[in-house]
């Protein structure tokens, strides 16, 4: 068996140089239409008009507002975002209790449903006619077409981000240490400082950034419960497709790479993370 095996692995290794030759070409074709090309795209449309149009275009006071705005959502809802995750691993990874599974479950929802359905249900919940909408507005609370419906629509749809990049580091390294230490006489906070969270912070880092890159970059859902309110509910990627729709395409491409840039600068961070946890 283990001889079938190494002659396995050795086909794979000697694959004719036209074969793979082949293979890495229409990888690169295929990136290159699909990625490279879009990219580009993006950066030649936003400066084909100069610098100073471009210049101009960030600098627009509603460009600046929802820049201000989509800065604001991230701020919020990533610290959020990371608290909940650290103890919703900490508690599936280290403990047993009832319902854990559909813990797991709620925590991996936001991956299957739509960003826009999930607006939608916050819309029906905190509406003008919605479920509490009506007590909500008689206390003067407005949630839907606010700031505050902007946070929990992001915070639902970047739920499960930390949460699962900490959880699956935390299973893999096993509970040992933490055992050790609790017969050394360490208590709960000590030994999540001191053991738990060394062992996950890059893991939680890596969470943090997607989750970051996540927040900045949500269309659906906030779309949904904005109302799309100039200098009030409008985000980065809002304005960029007002811009689009009233075909000013140089100012709507100008915005649109500097989400371009977030995510490049993303994958940037994402891959000196996974450098270092390799490390």
Known sequence: MARSGRRASERVVTESPGVRRL???????????????????????????????????????????????????AAIVVPLNLVFGLA????????????????????DLPFSISPVIAGL?????????????PWLLERGVQI?????????ATLFV????????????????????EEAALTLGAGGWRMFWSITLPKV???????????????????GAVSVVSGLIRGETITVPLQVEILYNEYQFVAAFAVASLLTLLALLTLAARRFVEARSAR
């Open 158 to 177: 970047t739920l499960p981000f930390v949460a699962r990049e900490v959880l699956a580091q935390m299973q893999t390294q096993g509970s040992e240490e």
């Open 23 to 73: 293979l890495i070409g229409a990888a690169m074709v295929f990136l290159t239409l699909f990625l490279f090309a879009p990219l580009a795209a993006v950066f030649v449309n936003a400066f084909r008009a100069g610098a100073g149009a471009y210049a101009a275009a960030v600098a627009d006071p509603g460009t600046r507002e929802a820049i201000g705005l989509t800065l604001l959502v």
């Open 201 to 219: 912070r890059w893991s939680l880092l890596y969470g943090i950034v997607l989750c970051n890159a996540r927040a900045m970059g949500e269309f």
């Open 144 to 152: 839907v077409f606010a700031v505050p419906g902007i946070v929990l």
């Open 121 to 133: 249900v916050f819309v029906l919940l905190f509406g003008r006619q919605g479920t509490l909408g």
């Open 88 to 107: 919703a691993a900490w508690l599936i990874a280290k403990f047993s209790f009832r319902g854990k599974g559909a813990m797991v479950t709620l925590i």
